[in-house]
C-alpha cells in the first residue's frame, strides 16, 4: 500500500519558517522524484519544488531564495524548508511522488498540509 503522509504545516506570521516532510511509505523512494506543489483558493496547483533521484532540484520562480527541498533516502522523507514565507504563501501543500521515466509504477500524492502566513 502507497502512502505519502506531509506534517509540519501550520500558521506562522510573515518572515517566519516552517519545514514540512512527507514520509513515504510502499515505494522504492530512492527511484523517485520527489515534489511538492500548492494550491491557493481559487488557484490552480503550482509546482514549488522538486528533486531527482540524483539530488538535482528545480523551484518555482515565486520560492528560488527562500525555500529548500531535500530527502533522506534512509528515511524515505522529503523535506520542504520554508524561509521568510509570505502570505502570499498561504495553501495547501501536497507531496508528489514521480516514478522514473519508462517504469510501470503510477505517481503518486499526499493528502496535503495546509500552510496559512498570516498575523
Known amino acids: 500500500q502507497v502512502q505519502l503522509v506531509e506534517s509540519g504545516g501550520g500558521l506562522v506570521q510573515p518572515g517566519g519558517s516552517l519545514r514540512p516532510s512527507c514520509a513515504a511509505s510502499?515505494?522504492?523512494?530512492?527511484?523517485?522524484?520527489m515534489g511538492w506543489y500548492r494550491q491557493a483558493p481559487g488557484k490552480q496547483r503550482e509546482l514549488v519544488a522538486s528533486i531527482t533521484s540524483g539530488g538535482s532540484t528545480n523551484y518555482g520562480d515565486s520560492v528560488k531564495g527562500r525555500f529548500t527541498i531535500s530527502r533522506d533516502n534512509a528515511k524515505n522523507t522529503v523535506y520542504l524548508q520554508m524561509n521568510s514565507l509570505k502570505p502570499e504563501d498561504t495553501a495547501v501543500y501536497y507531496c508528489n511522488a514521480d516514478p522514473p521515466s519508462g517504469s510501470r509504477w503510477s505517481a503518486r500524492w499526499g493528502q496535503g498540509t495546509l500552510v496559512t502566513v498570516s498575523l
Open positions: 510502499g515505494i522504492i523512494f530512492s527511484r523517485y522524484t
